[in-house]
């Protein structure tokens, strides 16, 4: 049965060891909770948009603003899904999935991060893989992106045993220094051969699909 009136709301991808669903309200207080106890070495800053420098509540406010943005601002153009993603019922982290015009160029864009006890244990590469099912088997996507500070060891083995290429670097600033950050693509091709037959997508109704696009 779906959603009577936001459909997006009923998916669920789900794999051996994760569910993925869409930020609501219980999934926003789980997900800020996780961000409290730590995503990263303060020292070192992952994030292009350095969110978890803000000191509380200005932090907790600015993701709630981001996530209730994300529906606010949903459009078949221009849409960013983010998941929180459930370990043994407990949230681990937070994986997200965007596009610009997807009907017509079938590409996505993914971030995601993990709450510091649940980093290392391969959880990274689960939640990747599961928005990656939704995108190319689900949505029929024809590349997916993304990018990563060249010193984020973690990020880029996700992204590299997933399969994808380099595509270029750019230097911005992080905080007040200069640091590189390197983009990669995986194309359609390339996933196929790793496509997991493990990984449902539920939820994926005709109605949803509309919502980006799609029939
Ligand atoms: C990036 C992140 C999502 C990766 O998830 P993870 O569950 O920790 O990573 P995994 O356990 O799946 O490990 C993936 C690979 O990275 C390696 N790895 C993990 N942590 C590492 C570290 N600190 N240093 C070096 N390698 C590391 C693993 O050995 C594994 O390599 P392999 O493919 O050779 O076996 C997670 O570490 C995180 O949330 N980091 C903080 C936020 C962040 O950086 N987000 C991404 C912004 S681009």
Do not use: K
Not at 17 to 46: Q, Y
Not at 93 to 114: E, K
Not at 161 to 186: C, F, I, K, P, Q
């Amino acid at each position: 049965m779906t959603h009577p009136h936001w459909p997006l709301w009923d998916l669920r991808i789900r794999t051996p060891r994760l569910e993925l669903r869409p930020v609501r309200e219980s999934e926003m207080a789980d997900l800020s909770e996780l961000i409290d106890g730590g995503i990263h070495d303060p020292a070192t800053m992952p994030f292009l948009i350095p969110f978890t420098d803000a000191p509380n509540p200005q932090r907790a406010h600015d993701s709630y603003r981001f996530w209730m943005g994300c529906w606010a601002g949903w459009s078949v153009e221009s849409w960013r899904l983010v998941l929180a993603a459930y370990s043994d019922g407990r949230c681990v982290g937070s994986q997200d999935v965007q596009a610009t015009d997807f009907p017509t160029l079938r590409t996505v864009t993914t971030g995601s991060w993990l709450g510091l006890p649940h980093q290392g244990h391969g959880l990274g590469r689960e939640m990747r893989a599961a928005v990656l099912q939704l995108a190319f088997e689900g949505l029929g996507a024809q590349r997916a992106a993304t990018e990563a500070f060249e010193d984020n060891v973690a990020s880029r083995r996700v992204t590299e045993s997933l399969g994808y290429h380099r595509n270029g670097s750019e230097v911005v600033r992080r905080r007040d220094g200069r640091a590189m950050v390197l983009r990669y693509v995986l194309e359609r091709d390339d996933w196929e051969p790793r496509r997991r037959d493990d990984i449902a997508l539920d939820g994926l109704s005709a109605e949803a699909l509309d919502m980006f696009g799609l029939s």
